[in-house]
């Protein structure tokens, strides 16, 4: 198996979870400071916390992503088109819908599962501390 092939490909889809998390959380401070400015001060730890354990879950999401896709360039594990004539017209807002139904379905009941008392003791206390 091609193990370096894999691993590049894991943390390039790391690598852009965790930028797009940085550009989206970066505008909303930016935007949040510019409203209520001072409202992060006290915040301070708590922010760097979440930001360093929002980085190491972008693996949580990336890694898959990236055998997924090594897996589908190199072994067509799975159908993605490329092409915009592919598929007709309307199969492209349908397929985003059902993307982010099955993405914030999947969400949900992980998130809801990571809130029974073993799991969040384990796993995602660290979310909710202060």
């Given at each position: 198996m091609?193990?370096?092939a894999i691993l590049l490909s894991a943390a390039a889809m790391t690598a852009i979870v965790a930028l797009r998390y940085l550009a989206a959380s970066g505008a909303f401070a930016f935007v949040t400071a510019r409203v209520r400015p001072g409202y992060h001060a006290r915040l301070g730890p708590q922010i760097r916390r979440e930001i360093g354990w929002s980085l190491a879950?972008?693996?949580?999401y990336g890694i898959p992503a990236g055998i997924v896709a090594w897996g589908w360039q190199t072994h067509g594990w799975t159908r993605i088109y490329t092409?915009?004539?592919a598929y007709p017209l309307w199969y492209l807002p349908v397929a985003v819908l059902l993307y982010l139904l099955a993405h914030d379905t999947w969400f949900y009941w992980t998130h809801r599962l990571?809130?029974?008392?073993k799991w969040f003791r384990k796993m995602h206390a660290v979310h909710h501390a202060s």
């Open positions: 091609p193990w370096a879950s972008a693996a949580i092409q915009w004539d990571m809130h029974r008392p």
